[in-house]
């Protein structure tokens, strides 16, 4: 937010009232006036009063909320996902093509999609179920309300007129309860947020700048999806230009009796207790959310199982899992967003891409490990080691080259 006060608001001078507005809309400009009644001055500035128009979007979903889980697990029986003999007569990425169009002939049948227009808001992230069904229950008492006094106004009998009253004080009192609700869920959850980041300044100021409002770039459609992939493009195509010219890379040979050659097969086990490790968010290419995979994780875990040992032993990534649904994010607040340069891609490939992608790692991580060949000095992307440990072990290599 921007003060539009730039002058003494006070006979003895000083900046005591101010007008402040947000970035993202239309600054207003503030006239500092002496009127006499008091010693502090008048601010007068204009206001728009007309509201912004509505901006509703047109959706393709499914009614997940309408899908009996059990009715799903008894489909998912019946397709080939669980007949191992249908497997045989497919390659790796036909399996991995015949999981989305299984999964999809039976969500089509259970809960078929459909189209809704719905007005587009943000929703605070403290606005959990309880919220919701307190709002549901209000709006549905104000609803009856309405039919109330609209009889007790067509037909202004006692008995209308009284449940008319009834009517308007029930709502009253449930939309005094719902506003209690919020506040009490507002503030219970930013002073936990506050609380648990307290050791973490980076992530505590994040917290204060999206609770403040600050740091929120305005959305524009002035640059589209092929502006950006020429950018990248055109990026790409540079650096290989300016490393055209370079030397060959330098390895250094592994020790003897260091050999992996093969991937160990995954098990049943290894891919139900992966799944239940994800967590609840999925790409919007999955064809079922996260959490129903989680749910149906032992009837799916042999197709599964199969799928990634397939693609093991061929060595062969399915077409399908290399697809990633692609989101640009701006970088920073502040920056230009008609510059390609300003946004950083953001990739989301789907759940079983990922799920393979932990197990083949693990499988890296525990060779890398036992053969002793991290290098000594490697602080990423390792099991307890940090930044921390990074500066601990140059602050001690300083310490000995001092000492000598």
């Not at 259970?110 to 919701?132: A, G, I, K, M």
């Not at 309300?145 to 449940?163: E, K």
């Not at 204060?208 to 999806?225: C, E, K, N, V």
Request: net charge neutral; glycine share 2%.
């Amino acid at each position: 937010m921007t003060c539009r006060v730039n002058q003494p608001t006070h006979d003895l001078g000083g900046l005591l009232d101010i007008v402040a507005c947000r970035d993202d809309l239309q600054l207003p400009v503030v006239d500092v006036i002496d009127v006499g009644l008091s010693d502090h001055r008048l601010l007068r500035w204009s206001v728009s009063t007309s509201r912004p128009p509505l901006v509703y979007t047109t959706s393709t979903v499914r009614p997940w909320r309408q899908l009996d889980p059990v009715e799903f697990r008894d489909c998912l029986l019946s397709t080939a996902l669980c007949q191992p003999e249908e497997w045989q007569r497919h390659d790796v990425d036909s399996l991995a093509h015949l999981y989305d169009t299984e999964l999809l002939a039976v969500l089509n049948r259970l809960v078929p999609q459909r189209t809704v227009t719905y007005r587009r808001r943000s929703s605070d992230p403290w606005f959990d179920d309880e919220c919701r069904q307190a709002k549901r229950r209000t709006r549905c008492l104000e609803r009856a309300s309405s039919r109330a006094a609209r009889a007790a106004t067509t037909d202004p009998s006692a008995a209308n007129a009284a449940a008319a009253a009834a009517a308007i004080t029930a709502w009253t009192t449930e939309r005094r309860v719902y506003r209690d609700l919020q506040n009490r869920k507002r503030e219970e959850f930013w002073q936990t947020k506050i609380e648990s980041e307290r050791s973490t300044p980076q992530r505590l100021w994040r917290s204060i700048d999206s609770l403040m409002g600050r740091g929120h770039a305005p959305s524009t459609t002035s640059i589209d999806a092929q502006d950006l992939h020429r950018f990248f493009e055109e990026k790409i195509d540079s650096i290989r230009a300016s490393t055209a010219g370079a030397a060959a890379p330098s390895f250094v040979s592994a020790p003897p009796g260091c050999d992996f050659s093969v991937f160990h097969a995954i098990s049943v086990d290894d891919v139900i207790a992966a799944i239940h490790q994800l967590p609840d968010k999925q790409c919007a290419t999955d064809p079922i959310p996260t959490r129903l995979l989680k749910d149906c994780a032992d009837v799916m875990a042999l197709f599964v199982t199969e799928l990634f040992n397939r693609s093991l032993s061929a060595g062969v990534f399915p077409v399908q899992f290399k697809a990633a649904f692609i989101t640009p994010l701006l970088k920073k607040s502040d920056l230009d967003p008609l510059q390609g340069k300003s946004y950083r891609p953001m990739s989301n490939l789907t759940v079983l891409s990922k799920t393979l992608e932990r197990l083949v790692a693990r499988q890296l991580v525990d060779y890398l490990s036992e053969r002793k060949l991290f290098p000594v000095l490697q602080s990423a992307y390792r099991a307890y080691h940090s930044t921390e440990t990074a500066v601990f072990c140059g602050l001690r290599i300083s310490v000995y080259q001092f000492s000598d």
